[in-house]
């Protein structure tokens, strides 16, 4: 059922009131409903009771959690994901409205607005032996996929403009496609062993337990630089395509984006396969399979790549002189 044009409204103000700082009401059980104040009365996570004989001047609004009325409520009831149990003395000036939640109305209610709820179907669980085919789950990873590959993007554009010195250091390496390779390989096996290993070490040295506290932060480091080495390798993809080298090209917004959609295509294809019906599931897995082995290649000589340029400084590989150049400069 769709909402009403006048409870919209109400919704839009009441989200207002909630951003100014004005809903303050997410207060103990002790407040007294007789008073008359200017704001919302707000549970986050929690169940809100309006008994018999109380009044509440205010909107309610419950996110997460069941609102009991059985009171008087002089304007709207609005619950996000919960439950709306309207007594036999509850009297509700406003409206009720309920988004992907059940609404409980005894028939003595008074309610002088409208009802409204929204139901959010939930996932139809098509479970069968081996993949799931044709249920919810192909929705889902796609829609995870989109969400992934989004995030991935705004990361390496950010990159390519924010730090394009460093990019260019990875796609130096990056251009050496076996070494790159082996050493995103060798990292990638060794990784969760030495996370383990510097795990335990911290925890039994004396510093262990303050130097834990950084350990996030070294981790969300190591990711921002996987996705530089990604965003490398996806700029020289788009450099290549349109005939640029890697030594006389500067990271360039239009070769990431061409190199991001070279790496992502297939990934997307698979997981649009995947949604049709059953006779082409094992197409989908064929297609899908190929679209995460491109992508862990990108992944593996980004990673390497990005190692490299750590290790070894950001300073620009520059290519040997020819031989010949000596002999005419002499």
């Given at each position: 059922m769709f909402v009403h044009e006048g409870v919209t409204r109400r919704l839009i103000l009441t989200f207002i009131v909630l951003l100014a700082g004005q809903a303050a009401y997410a207060q103990p059980g002790d407040w007294s409903y007789g008073d008359r104040r200017e704001g919302v009365h707000l549970r986050v996570l929690r169940d809100y009771t309006l008994p018999a004989g109380a009044t509440a001047h205010e909107p309610i609004v419950v996110l997460g959690g069941?609102?009991?009325?059985?009171?008087?409520?002089?304007?709207?009831?609005?619950?996000?994901?919960?439950?709306?149990?309207?007594?036999?003395?509850?009297?509700?000036?406003?409206?009720?409205?309920?988004?992907?939640?059940?609404?409980?109305?005894?028939?003595?209610?008074?309610?002088?607005?409208?009802?409204?709820?929204?139901?959010?179907?939930?996932?139809?669980?098509?479970?069968?032996?081996?993949?799931?085919?044709?249920?919810?789950?192909?929705?889902?990873?796609?829609?995870?996929?989109?969400?992934?590959?989004?995030?991935?993007?705004?990361?390496?554009?950010?990159?390519?403009?924010?730090?394009?010195?460093?990019?260019?250091?990875?796609?130096?390496?990056?251009?050496?496609?076996?070494?790159?390779?082996?050493?995103?390989?060798?990292?990638?096996?060794?990784?969760?062993?030495?996370?383990?290993?510097?795990?335990?070490?911290?925890?039994?040295?004396?510093?262990?337990?303050?130097?834990?506290?950084?350990?996030?932060?070294?981790?969300?480091?190591?990711?921002?630089?996987?996705?530089?080495?990604?965003?490398a390798v996806a700029i020289n993809i788009g450099a290549g395509l349109r005939g640029r080298s890697v030594e006389s090209s500067r990271p360039h917004v239009l070769d990431l984006l061409i190199g991001f959609a070279v790496i992502s295509v297939v990934t997307l294809v698979a997981q649009s396969v995947a949604l049709a019906p059953e006779s082409l599931g094992s197409v989908a897995w064929a297609v899908r399979a190929a679209g995460w082995l491109i992508e862990w290649l990108a992944w593996t000589i980004g990673l390497g790549a990005a190692l490299m340029a750590l290790l070894g400084g950001r300073q620009a590989i520059t290519p040997p002189p020819l031989p010949f150049a000596h002999a005419a400069t002499r």
């Open positions: 069941t609102a009991t009325i059985d009171g008087t409520a002089e304007g709207d009831v609005v619950v996000f994901g919960g439950t709306v149990r309207v007594g036999p003395t509850a009297v509700i000036r406003g409206d009720v409205v309920s988004m992907g939640g059940t609404t409980i109305v005894d028939p003595a209610a008074r309610i002088s607005g409208r009802v409204d709820e929204t139901s959010i179907i939930g996932p139809d669980f098509d479970v069968a032996i081996g993949p799931l085919i044709g249920g919810w789950w192909p929705a889902f990873a796609f829609g995870a996929t989109l969400l992934r590959l989004f995030v991935v993007l705004i990361v390496a554009l950010l990159l390519t403009v924010v730090a394009p010195t460093w990019i260019q250091s990875i796609r130096m390496r990056a251009s050496s496609t076996l070494l790159s390779a082996g050493v995103g390989v060798a990292s990638e096996v060794l990784f969760v062993p030495a996370v383990v290993a510097v795990t335990i070490a911290l925890v039994v040295s004396v510093i262990g337990i303050l130097a834990l506290l950084v350990f996030p932060f070294l981790m969300g480091a190591g990711a921002l630089m996987w996705v530089a080495g990604f965003t």
